[in-house]
């Protein structure tokens, strides 16, 4: 029988903290659904950069964006009457916006507006949209995943093209989360956090998906969530029960395993720094970025386009 290494395993270190003055601990309808109703004064999701090497990330119950700069510094950027999680830049200065109660917003990184970008479906309401990804052509990839879970494994993956063309590939996952593309973009991965997995899905050449099958299994009380992909071909995932972050090679084999030491949920990640070597970790208990030097960088973040 061929037993496996055991994958290195380091810590994170603490980058910077939600300052006080941003904290305001409190119910929200957000957490009496998913925290128990315990108090809460913020969860941050959603992390990306801009080409100036700044963080932008997510805080869902109360319905922020922050931007954080190379020095740690926080300033909100946008604040509006949704719960926002996933964000990837549109263009150079336009972020998308996964919004549970909303939609897809689009928020100006400069100016803070923030408008609709894609509300419903055939004038149906999206169970509650989690993370998105674009891939080289501009296509859209997000997850809608609601309060599904394995008492209803009914999340959805969408895929929208840069023509508005919006295809449904997969309806049956308990809890769609976080999505990234291989490499060749012949394969598309979600996190399924309900199921403790990441499922990967071949993209056929003709629009279609075919097999889509479990590539990794985790364990714990809250199974994967962010996904992040390095130069190396190496899957990223964050895993907010265990606090851990897996990198996983081709096989699906973990070949490092990353740890908080801050906070015991590690919710989403991306990678920056002027080499992009970095990678930041969105840590939701104590709202905190923790970070770690990698030895590849990460993947190209692709934009549909560039601003006027």
Known sequence: MLLLT?????????????PARFRQRQRTVWSDANMGGREVDSFLEGPVFDDAGNLYVTDIPFGRVFRIDPQGEWELVAQ??????????????????TDYRNGLMVVDSRSGAVRPYLGRRNTESFK???????????????TDQGQTGLQDPTG?????????????????????????????????????TRGNCVWRMPLLADGGVSKAGQFFTSYGPSGPDGLAMDSAGQLLVANPGLAYVWVLNHRA??????RAETGTSLTNLAFGGTDRRTLYCTESTSGSVLRATMAAPGAQVHRPGTAA
């Open 6 to 18: 055991p994958p290195e395993v380091r810590t994170l270190d603490l980058f910077t903290t939600l």
């Open 80 to 97: 509006w009457d949704g719960e926002p999680n996933g964000m990837k830049f549109l263009n150079a200065t336009e972020l998308l916006v």
């Open 128 to 142: 509650g949209l989690n993370d998105l990804c674009f891939d080289s052509q501009g296509n859209l990839y997000f």
């Open 156 to 192: 959805r993956v969408y895929r929208l093209s840069p023509a508005g063309r919006l295809d449904l590939l997969l309806n049956n996952v308990p809890s769609p989360n976080g999505i990234v593309l291989s490499l060749d973009e012949r394969f598309l991965f979600v996190a399924a």
């Open 253 to 258: 084999e973990p070949v490092q395993v990353l």
